[in-house]
């Protein structure tokens, strides 16, 4: 049953990392993440690994392109700002097909913004912050339990389908402290590394590149990739559902904002209000085919989030219009209380009876 | 002794360097050793480098909702800006800890049961006033009947190990005086 520890939610994140193998992390200090990296260049050493503080988030993602190349388990973190700098290195790691964790620990922005935790990073992480077509696997979690979880099911997803992963987190999931359960073993799944670039001792040389002159070979590996993306989106899904069966009204939400709104189901439900709750814990690919299920017994749907409405862009393509999809949002750090969400839930149920 | 806790929300808020966040961790440690469900969340803005912090507690039996604590059932007030900024926030029914060493304020709402308890001399008497921090959390401790003392005293050894252990004395004896001061109000 393994060890149940009180842990903050960014030292979660880094030893879930390390459990699954994870010998390789570069990165650069940025609150409210770094403790992601104190924790790892404490750790990571004594575990066989290498821990790098890079001169700069560039320095540190090409890093992890580096390792990503031959073929180790490799990560780097950051938040907000850190999370742009990246988004070049991103770009080519994906054309590279190369797997690799990234953790963002959202802070408000834009630009230096503040350390408070936010989720306004959602359209960059799940729509494809850099260039190209593409699209990375985005996992959100809800508790520091789940910042283990996850970096364990993060770095097994980057390997299966040679893509990078990312868990979209935030400031307050990353500071706060909840028990951990830490396993004895945790499920490492082992994938073919065979392009990877070992030395080609015996064996005809690998390459490992993004760079495609020919328009015609472009498209054929643009087409390909596509097909991969296809491919995650039929066969990775991950969400939890809260007092769904016989909601009439159904909020969706995803990290912290899903832990106030599961309160808030609970203040309705007293009132005798029908709420429901469902949390995408994969953000992208997006659980769109239940939340179109669940919106059929619905009256109409309420996403909140810590932005100005970004995934409720999502749940409104989900819904394809058949019915009405509110927002409610704090932004620049602002958390949603939870009286405040249940007053706009009731706003919207009485301007619907009118 | 009880062996449920409920569902207990916590806000203690203080100036930076009173130990607000050391009380919210004890509380996390001995809810984790006791087996329910706790959550912490530290205030980490630019407050706790001076001016105010605070933290937030939950301890239950069943899952922990929101973390972000908004309206509490206790409130720590360590300093006068926090009771103030705090005391509307509890819940009716709910509890609130004044440090009477450096709050001269009374509680004005009818509402919540209030303990005026002088931390800062309890602490001083117990050989440090700086574990102030751990007359407020002995004070709450005899308020209710879910945590004992030896859940409180585990917890502070543990999460002092092996640093400081020159105040551990007197973080024990300011533990018991602010639980004695409050048993001996009853």
Redesign the interface.
């Known amino acids: 049953m393994g060890k149940?520890?009180?842990m903050k939610g960014n030292e979660a994140l880094g030893e879930g990392a390390m459990r699954a193998g994870m010998r390789h992390y570069f990165g650069y200090p940025i609150?409210?993440q770094s403790e992601v990296a104190a924790y790892l260049s404490k750790h990571l050493p004594k575990r066989g690994g290498v821990f790098l503080q890079a001169e700069s988030e560039i320095s540190a993602i090409n890093m992890v392109y580096g390792a990503a190349s031959a073929g180790r388990r490799v990560m780097t973190s950051s938040s907000s700002p850190g999370i742009s700098l990246k988004m070049e290195g991103l770009s080519y790691l994906v054309g590279s097909e190369l797997p690799c964790l990234i953790g963002n620990v959202m802070r408000g922005g834009p630009g230096l913004g503040?350390?408070?935790p936010a989720q306004a990073d959602y359209f960059q992480a799940v729509k494809g912050g850099g260039h190209g077509d593409y699209h990375i696997i985005v996992l959100a979690p809800t508790t520091c339990q789940e910042m283990f979880d996850f970096a364990v099911m993060a770095l097994n997803l980057a390997d299966k389908y040679r893509n990078p992963v990312m868990i979209l987190s935030d400031?307050?999931l990353g500071?706060?402290?909840?028990?951990v359960v830490i396993p004895d073993e945790v499920p490492i799944e082992e994938y073919d590394k065979s392009w990877a670039l070992t030395g080609a001792k015996d064996r005809p040389p690998n390459v490992v590149n993004s760079l495609f002159l020919d328009e015609k070979e472009l498209e054929e590996h643009n087409i390909k990739l596509q097909e991969k993306f296809k491919r995650i989106e039929e066969n990775e899904i991950l969400y939890s559902e809260y007092r769904t069966e016989d909601a009439e009204y159904l909020f969706v939400a995803f990290g912290?904002v899903s832990?106030?709104v599961?309160?808030v189901v609970?203040l309705a439900r007293a009132e005798g209000i029908k709420a429901g709750l469902l949390v995408p814990k994969m953000l992208w690919p997006f659980p769109k085919d239940r939340i179109a299920e669940l919106a059929e017994q619905c009256r109409f749907l309420m996403s909140v989030e810590m932005n100005s409405g970004q995934m409720v862009e999502d749940v409104r393509l989900a819904v394809n219009g058949r019915r009405p999809v509110y927002f409610y949002g704090r932004m620049g750090g602002g958390?949603p209380?939870?009286?405040r969400v249940l007053e706009e839930l009731k706003s919207h149920i009485e301007g619907g009876t009118k | 002794m009880a062996d449920k806790v409920g569902t207990v929300e916590f806000i203690i808020a203080g100036f930076g360097g009173q130990g607000v966040l050391f009380i919210g961790?004890a509380l996390?440690?001995a809810g984790?050793a006791r087996d329910v469900?706790?959550?912490?969340?530290?205030s980490?803005?630019p407050e706790m480098r001076g001016g105010t912090a605070n933290c937030k507690v939950v301890v239950s039996d069943g899952?922990?909702?929101?973390?972000?604590v908004?309206e509490p059932d206790v409130l720590i007030a360590m300093n006068r800006p926090s009771l103030e900024r705090f005391v509307n926030t509890v819940k009716p029914g709910g509890t609130v800890f004044v440090n009477s060493s450096l709050i001269e304020n009374e509680v004005e709402r009818g509402d919540i049961k209030a303990y005026r308890v002088p931390f800062n001399e309890l602490a001083r008497e117990a050989g440090a006033e700086r574990v102030a921090n751990l007359a407020a959390l002995g004070a709450y401790v005899a308020s209710q009947d879910f945590f004992t003392l030896e859940d409180m005293e585990g917890a502070v050894k543990e999460m002092v190990k092996g640093k400081r252990v020159e105040l551990m004395e007197a973080n024990l004896k300011a533990l018991r005086a602010g639980y004695d001061f409050v048993r001996n109000l009853a």
């Open positions: 149940k520890i009180l609150t409210p503040n350390i408070a400031g307050a500071q706060m402290m909840e028990p912290l832990r106030i599961h309160s609970d958390v209380a939870q009286r | 961790r996390a440690f984790l469900n706790v959550s912490f969340i530290p980490y803005g899952e922990v909702g929101s973390p972000i908004e």
